[in-house]
């Protein structure tokens, strides 16, 4: 399957009271997590190392290599190890429990991508590429927020 026949389907999707991790503890990691805070306090980090700033979100981080039962009970799984084998083997453990992950720079192997997100209070304003252009969706989503921060585009 190639880039272009990949098909995401746009949904908000209940994320209360339920277990995501995030396993890797790099640059995109954080990137993820940063996007993942506006909208829960709770995840859980596995990594043997983190990037500056992760201290500084309210999610659990475990300083470990990444095991098999770390998968357990979970619900999403964010997979940003930087290791394409490593996040291949991670991806069929969420495969195999029914656990929906997102392969980070890796559309092919995600059952889920993260879209561009504009969030101010309950309004959640979302612009995915289909994983095929995420400047031009960064790109929309900022004039859409350029919209709304200049009450051009009433939101509330």
Known sequence: ???KSLQFLPISINIT???IVII????????KATILNRFTPEATVIAPE????FENLPFQLMQKEYEADDLNGAFLVYICTGNEALNAQIKTGCERRGILA?????PLLCDFISPAIH?????????SSNAQNV????????????LAENKLLKIK
Do not use: L, W, Y
């Open 102 to 106: 997102s392969v980070c720079d890796n």
């Open 135 to 146: 400047r031009q969706a960064i790109d929309v989503r900022n004039r859409i927020r350029d």
């Open 1 to 3: 399957m190639n880039k």
């Open 24 to 31: 890797g503890g790099g640059k995109v990691a954080f990137h």
């Open 119 to 127: 969030k101010e209070e309950n309004m959640t304003i979302a612009v």
């Open 17 to 19: 009271d339920k277990k």
């Open 50 to 53: 983190f990037h500056p700033g």
